[in-house]
C-alpha cells in the first residue's frame, strides 16, 4: 500500500509552456495518494500567464483553492478577481460553464485543483472552437493520458493548442 500522504514540496512537477501566454507547473495528488475517484493537481502559473485554454468539462466537476498571488477567473461570459483563501466552483456543462484561472498578479498564482474523475468526459473549449472526448483515463493521470482521445473540429485530428491565442512562439 502507498502511503496515503504527500507534501506538496515533493510532487513531480510538470511544466507546460505554449507560446507567450500559456505556462504553468503541475503536480499531481490524487493518483500518488492513492485516490481513485478524486484527482486532485498543484498547479502553480507565472505572473501574466495562463495555465490552460478556457474550456468545460461535460462530465465532470472541478474545484479550485487559491493558496497564494492574485488572478481572474473567467467562466462563461464573466470574471471575478480571486487570491489566497478563494474556493472556485467549475460545475460540469456545456460551453456556457466554461473556465479559466488568469495569473493577472505580480506573483505566481498557486492554487490545488480537485475533481471528480468521470470516466468518459467531453471537454469545449469556446475561444478556438474545438473538443476533446477523452476515456480510459488512468488513475493518476489526466485526459492527455487515455486511452482514447480524439480532438476535433471540421478536421479529422487537431493539436491540443489548435486554434489557441498562444501569443508569439517561444
Avoid at 500500500?1 to 513531480?12: E, Q, Y
Avoid at 490524487?30 to 462530465?59: E, T
Wanted: hydrophobic share 40%.
Amino acid at each position: 500500500m502507498s502511503k496515503p500522504i504527500v507534501n506538496i514540496a515533493d510532487l513531480d512537477m510538470k511544466l507546460t509552456e505554449k507560446g507567450s501566454r500559456f505556462a504553468s507547473a503541475a503536480g499531481r495528488i490524487g493518483g500518488v495518494v492513492g485516490m481513485q475517484a478524486l484527482g486532485a493537481q498543484y498547479i502553480v502559473v507565472p505572473p501574466g500567464k495562463i495555465g490552460f485554454p478556457f474550456h468545460s468539462h461535460r462530465n465532470n466537476e472541478e474545484m479550485f483553492i487559491i493558496l497564494d498571488g492574485e488572478g481572474t477567473f473567467r467562466k462563461g461570459a464573466e470574471q471575478w478577481p480571486v487570491s489566497a483563501g478563494d474556493v472556485i466552483s467549475a460545475v460540469a456543462g456545456d460551453a456556457s460553464t466554461a473556465h479559466q484561472l488568469i495569473n493577472s498578479g505580480t506573483n505566481d498564482l498557486r492554487y490545488f485543483a480537485i475533481s471528480t474523475r468521470n470516466d468518459p468526459d467531453i471537454c469545449e473549449y469556446p475561444d478556438s472552437g474545438k473538443f476533446m472526448v477523452a476515456s480510459g483515463i488512468p488513475a493518476g493521470s489526466g485526459m492527455m493520458g487515455a486511452e482514447f482521445v480524439l480532438r476535433g473540429r471540421d478536421k479529422p485530428v487537431l493539436d491540443y493548442w489548435d486554434g489557441e491565442d498562444i501569443g508569439d512562439e517561444k
